[in-house]
């Protein structure tokens, strides 16, 4: 997936975040290694910021170009 678009992530779980994150919602993926080294993810959840979530609580998915700039904050 081109790095311009970004990637997505589907939340399937949301266990303790019931307010941060909606199950069966798509989240922008923010490329954090250091969080991906300790099995956590950054995504932008419902607050609009970035924040780190265990890795688990999602899987990964391919959005098409036209959907993917519903994702950009303008």
Known sequence: MS???GRFVLC?????YEVSLETRKIYRLI???KA???ALV???DES???Y?????FFVPIEVPDKAATAF???
């Open 3 to 5: 790095e311009k678009r």
């Open 12 to 16: 399937i779980r949301n266990d303790s």
């Open 31 to 33: 490329d954090d290694a």
């Open 36 to 38: 991906e080294a300790k």
């Open 42 to 44: 950054r995504v932008i």
């Open 48 to 50: 609009g910021e970035d």
């Open 52 to 56: 780190l979530y265990p890795a688990d």
């Open 72 to 74: 950009v904050s303008q």
